[in-house]
């Protein structure tokens, strides 16, 4: 269990991290989500005793980060933003210094060598230079050396970054595979990032909480519309589609050349669209159209971290 508890942080008179407070479960993929500049990274290097916080505390267990950082970092494997690579060592020397820098050598790292190349999928690239790999094995050593020891915590930040479509997919499936057995953080602002690997999800805008939970939770708790566009021939007035639900809305009449476009909106708690075709048929008009736009995530994400949005 993860606890952060009140986390402050500032840098000189800038307030990165204003008071937050959240949890994580053991064995939980957990994604930590907002735009640039939301605090995120800063409330990682915090968890990994990178930084200090000025004020508050995070709880791993039985620890803390004020007295128990060093123990702390045992179990915690972090992977940041900025991959810290050696480029101009190969993919074997730079596994076994990162390993004996926290005492794995000899036989032990031979054979946690062996595992963590068949979890990455570096068999190929071993021997190879880490300045010649494309940015997926870059992103597969640096993932490589953040479990090495076999840590509980898994802590990455924007780890498909920069990444093609095919190497996004790749990552995401390793680190689905070693959320089964770590507690895994997963920091990014792209949400198809979050949806794709993470059980729940925080989202933090200009240092503060701004929703916490799974999506369903987050979608179920917010105020989302639909919007129902509709393309009809053969009307002149479009009035009593306002009269399907006292909750309608004619958001859009855009004349064509032998019909009309129609917006309608209403709360996603409703679905008229058999109420709407009853009702055309009913006037005698055609319907060449209907299609159905429900709010979306990344719609809940924009108004969460707009400048006036609001908290779920």
Known sequence: MITVDHLTKYYGHIKAVDDISFHIKDGEILGFLGPN????????????????????????????????????????????????????????????????????????????????????????????????????????????????????????????????????????????????????????????????????MVIINKGKIAADGTIDDLMSGFKGCTRLHLEIEGADSFDALKEIHENVNLVQVEPKKNSTSIVLEYPNTLDLRKDVFQLIVKKGWTLLEMNRYQTSLEDLFRILTMEEGGEV
Do not use: W
């Open 37 to 200: 500049g939301a605090g995120k990274s800063t409330t990682l290097r915090i968890i990994t005793s990178y930084l200090m916080p000025t004020s508050g505390n995070i709880y791993i267990n039985d620890m803390n980060i004020l007295d128990d950082s060093l123990d702390i970092r045992k179990n915690i494997g972090y992977l940041p933003e900025n991959n810290p690579l050696y480029s101009e060592m190969n993919v074997y020397d730079f596994l076994k210094f990162s390993a004996s820098i926290r005492g794995i050598e000899g036989e032990a790292f031979e054979k946690r060598l062996k595992e963590v190349i068949e979890l990455c999928g570096l068999y190929g690239v071993i021997h190879n230079q880490i300045g010649k790999l494309s940015k997926g094995y870059r992103q597969r050593t640096g993932l490589a050396q953040s479990i090495f020891h076999n840590p509980e915590i898994l802590i990455l930040d924007e780890p498909t970054a920069g990444l093609d479509p095919n190497q996004i997919v790749e990552i995401r499936s390793l680190i689905k595979q070693l959320g089964k057995e770590k507690t895994v953080i997963i920091s990014s602002h792209i949400l198809q990032e979050i949806q794709a690997t993470a059980d729940r």
